[in-house]
Structure formats: C-alpha cells, structure tokens
C-alpha cells in the first residue's frame, strides 16, 4: 500500500509474537465474513477502489474507528453495548487480528468489521474526508525513549488527518498510561484550532463509561499505574458532540 518514494517513520514495528491455534483457524475461516481488504502488506493493486461502509453493513449509522485495537477487547465491548453505531478496527498484528475475529464471532456482530493495514495509509486512502463519527486511540505505542518519540502516531500532521475524516461534532478520543505521551497528546491537541478539548478543565476527563477497561489498562491500575482519557471535537458552531 505504500509509495517507496514517500517513506515515512512509522508508529509501529511488527513484532512476530506467537498465534494460538484458535487465532490462526479464526484467520482461516473468519477473515472473508469480517474483514475488509487484504492482509497486511498486499500491494495497493491488491485493494479494491473504494469502500462502500454503508451497503458494508446494510445501513446508514455513526461510523466510528478506532486506531490500534490490540487484542479487540475494548472494540468488541463497545459494539457489543452500542448497537445502533457501526464500527471499524485498524490493526497491524496477527495475533490480535485473530483474537478479534474469534470475539466478533462469539457475539454475532453485524456492526463491526476489521483491517489489518496501517492506519495511516488506510485513512488517507480509503476513509472518505467528512466520513467519520468519531476516532478512538487507546493505549498507542507511547516510545517512551526520547530518541523514539519521533515514532509516536500522535503529531500535528496525524491531528490534521483526522480532523479530514471527521464529520461536523465528530470525537477524538485518546488514552494513555503514559504520563509523558498524555502531556505530548494535550499539548498537540490544544495548538490544533480545529478542536475543542471535552474536558471542564482544558486538561483530562474521567474515563467515560463508553470506554471499557481492558485487562492490560486493569492491571496497571491495580499496580498504581495512571490512565489519562483525552476527548476533543472539531471545531464548529454545533456544540452537541456524538459519542461512542
């Protein structure tokens, strides 16, 4: 999907960690009833023009994306609990691709469908300007090492992307357990005039309960670990705001 002549630093390194049986036979058998577009790495020739999310899921409805889902969990529970929004998840590792698939199955989702491609090139190629309801980034690779922050996804030209895709009102909602990549976050968000932060206080907000905890995110609460929700809107004159 990428033009040699446009490399860019990534967010990610795809790191080979270990499939269960149950992931690789969801990959096998699950793929073509809820993914969409091939698997990671295929050329652009291999995907198709364009995608129609409305005859994707049989329905007009909120279009929400969320970046990064990792094993799924929290994408599954927010489909499972909001049915009346359509969902899509980007993700670049195997084994979490397989693990979702294997959970949208156990629950017979209509409303949720997955890609296994990196996020950016999907959203500049195939997330229409305007499209989007909302954007969820959880729990994002923080690079903790200075010299790495130049790979974390979010920068100033990652906030103007999604700002295209969002609809009028549409969120941006982002966590952390990174003290550092929250301060980074706001700090971005806040210099970008196309949104609005959510938050009473120009800062953080409490983890709404649309946001469903995931095992990772418990454990590091249990063992004192901080978590920063961030919410922001686009920028309009319209201050009613979808949420997830």
């Known amino acids: 999907m990428e033009d040699p002549k446009q490399r860019r630093i ?28 091939p698997k990671f790495g295929a050329e652009l020739s291999a995907w198709p023009d364009s995608f129609d999310y409305s005859a994707i899921f049989n329905r007009d409805a909120p279009l929400i994306l969320e970046i990064g889902f990792g094993m799924g969990d929290s ?4 489909a499972y609990h909001n049915p009346d929004n359509n969902y899509l998840g980007i993700e670049v590792h195997t084994p979490g691709i397989g693990s ?13 469908r997955i890609f ?17 309801s909302g954007v969820c980034l959880f729990f994002p ?11 974390r996804i979010v920068n100033s030209e990652f906030v103007q992307l999604i700002h295209q895709k969002l609809q009028p009102n549409g969120f941006f909602h982002m966590a952390t357990d990174w ?10 968000m806040q210099k970008d005039l196309h949104f609005v932060n959510q938050s009473a206080n120009s800062s953080y907000i409490e983890r709404p309960i ?15 670990h ?19």
């Open 141 to 151: 690779d923080p690079w903790h090492k200075k010299r790495h922050h130049k790979r």
């Open 179 to 188: 003290e550092n990549y929250a301060e980074h976050m706001l700090e971005t």
């Open 100 to 112: 979702i698939l294997n959970s949208i199955e156990a629950r017979q989702l209509s409303n949720l």
């Open 75 to 78: 994408l599954v529970e927010m």
């Open 10 to 37: 990534k967010s990610f390194v795809l790191r080979t960690g270990r499939m269960t049986a149950r992931q690789k036979s969801a990959l096998e058998h699950l793929w073509s009833k809820y993914a969409l577009g």
């Open 226 to 244: 901080g978590v920063w929700d961030l919410l922001f809107r686009k920028n309009n004159s319209n201050k009613n705001v979808t949420k997830p």
């Open 210 to 224: 649309w946001r469903p905890e995931t095992k990772f995110e418990k454990r590091g609460v249990r063992l004192g």
């Open 116 to 132: 296994h491609a990196d996020a950016i090139l999907l959203l500049q190629q195939f997330i229409a300007n305007n499209s989007l």
